[in-house]
C-alpha cells in the first residue's frame, strides 16, 4: 500500500505533475507550496491607509486585470474601499477589502499574490475581518467565490463559514467563463459562504 509521500498517511491524492501520493493535508502544501529554507520575516497584517491606493489598484489590476469587480450584485473600485493588507517590508502583497451594510460584512476580494502564498496572509487577513466585523457589531461575514477557487473554499470552511448559496452558470457568458481555473477546472459558478457571528 502506497504512503503520502510527506507522511506515513494513507493518501487520497496523486500530483499529475510530479506523481507523488498525497494524503489531504498535503494535499494542501502541494498548492501552498513548501516553505523556502531558513527563516521568513513574518508578514504584517494592518489597516489602509489612503496612500496605499496606488498599491491597491496594482493589485486589483494583477487579479482582475480591471481596477472594479463586482460582487454581490455590485461593482466595487478595491482602492476604495476599506480594507486590510498584508506587507512584506512596507509592499503590500495581499488584501481582504470588504463593504459594511445591515447586518453583514461582506468581504468582496481576499487575494494573496503567489510569491507571498502559504506564510499565513490569508489567514491573517481573514482573521482582522473578522475582528473588523466584531468591531462593528455585525452578526455575519458573507463572502463568494469562484467554483474552481478549492484553496479559498477550504480556508473559509477551516475558519467555519458555511455554503449558502451556489449560483450555477454565473459565470457564463464573462470573461471569467473563458477562463481556466484552479487545477484547470472551468470558472462558471458563484459559490457564496457565510460565517454567523451572533450564534
Not at 7 to 22: I, Q, T
Not at 49 to 74: M, N, S
Not at 107 to 113: C, P
Request: with cysteine.
Amino acid at each position: 500500500m502506497e504512503t503520502c509521500a510527506y507522511c506515513d498517511a494513507k493518501p487520497l491524492f496523486r500530483d499529475h505533475e510530479s506523481g507523488a501520493y498525497l494524503c489531504p493535508t498535503h494535499a494542501w502544501l502541494e498548492v501552498t507550496g513548501p516553505h523556502a529554507a531558513g527563516p521568513r520575516p513574518p508578514l504584517t497584517v494592518r489597516p489602509t491607509t489612503p496612500d496605499d491606493r496606488p498599491q491597491i489598484a496594482a493589485l486589483a489590476e494583477y487579479f482582475w486585470d480591471v481596477p472594479e469587480i463586482v460582487r454581490f450584485d455590485r461593482a466595487h473600485r478595491l482602492d476604495a474601499l476599506p480594507a486590510y493588507v498584508a506587507c512584506d517590508a512596507g509592499k503590500i502583497v495581499g488584501l481582504a477589502a470588504y463593504t459594511c451594510e445591515d447586518d453583514a460584512l461582506s468581504i468582496v476580494a481576499l487575494n494573496v499574490l503567489p510569491q507571498w502564498q502559504g506564510r499565513g496572509a490569508a489567514t491573517g487577513l481573514l482573521t482582522e475581518a473578522i475582528h473588523e466585523a466584531r468591531s462593528q457589531g455585525v452578526g455575519r461575514i458573507a463572502i463568494a467565490v469562484t467554483n474552481d477557487n478549492l484553496p479559498a473554499l477550504g480556508l473559509y470552511q477551516r475558519f467555519g463559514f458555511t455554503i449558502t448559496r451556489v449560483l450555477a452558470g454565473r459565470l457564463a457568458g464573462s470573461p471569467d467563463d473563458a477562463r481556466s481555473g484552479f487545477d484547470g477546472i472551468p470558472m462558471r459558478d458563484e459559490i457564496q459562504l457565510e460565517l454567523r457571528l451572533d450564534e
